[in-house]
């Protein structure tokens, strides 16, 4: 069945980075377009990122914009989220999740993975 | 602030009908897909309700959604207290180009 994992959160000081991964299996990674979505302590969801099928198309929510990077491996059934410059506001439970072209529906979601950015 | 704008709580007895709301504009809902979200506490977000008005493969047809101009409606039939959860609806917003969600509704039932 399909099957995303989500790693690489932690404990990290403000203006630090961090890398999350996101391991896909129980379906054609490569045909999927791909989100990242994260959700504050207490808070509601809030889109990050999206990333075509082939990397080509790429948006990103205007509070994450020029520190964050999604990227992609289709070989290594992939998904990763480069996160620079951090702050206290991007603490949250980032998910990774498989997204429709239109960006209209993610119909499949990982277990997330916290981030929390403190001194 | 979301873009989109949802009651923050509704509550119904068990075996009720209940209906949540999602307020948007032209450049989202009035232009694109709706999707619905439930989030049982502590776990991750689950797809309900996809293309305005469909379920995915093992919803149960208690759960049923619709669009009308810039606003969409989730409607839960017959509730149980396992429908206790967060729902939230999301969709596509062509102008700011990122994805939108409404802040979330939670559901009671009493």
């Known amino acids: 069945q399909v099957q995303l994992v989500e790693s690489g959160g932690g404990l990290v000081k403000p203006g630090g980075s961090l890398r999350l991964s996101c391991a896909a299996s129980?379906?054609?990674?490569?045909?999927?377009?791909m989100s990242w979505i994260r959700q504050a302590p207490g808070k509601g969801l809030e889109w990050v990122s999206y990333i075509s099928v082939t990397g080509s198309t790429i948006y990103y929510a205007d509070s994450v914009k020029g520190r964050f990077t999604i990227s992609r491996d289709n070989a290594k059934n992939s998904l990763y989220l480069q996160m620079n410059s951090l702050r206290a506001e991007d603490t949250a439970v980032y998910y990774c999740a498989t997204s429709a072209e239109t960006g209209t529906r993610n119909d499949y979601w990982g277990q997330g993975t916290l981030v929390t950015v403190s001194s | 602030q979301s873009v989109l704008t949802q009651p923050p709580s509704v509550s119904a007895a068990p075996g009720q009908k209940v209906t949540i709301s999602c307020s948007g504009s032209?450049?989202?809902?009035?232009?694109?897909?709706v999707s619905w979200y439930q989030q049982l506490p502590g776990t991750a977000p689950k797809l309900l309700i996809y293309d305005n008005n469909e379920r995915p493969s093992g919803i149960p047809d208690r759960f049923s959604g619709s669009r009308s101009g810039t606003s969409a409606t989730l409607g839960i039939a017959g509730l149980q207290t396992g429908d206790e959860a967060d729902y939230y609806c999301?969709?596509?917003?062509?102008?700011?180009?990122?994805?939108?969600f409404g802040g979330g509704t939670k559901l009671t039932v009493l």
């Open positions: 032209s450049s989202n809902i009035g232009n694109n897909y």
């Open positions: 129980g379906f054609t990674f490569s045909d999927y377009y």
């Open positions: 999301g969709t596509w917003d062509n102008i700011l180009s990122v994805e939108v």
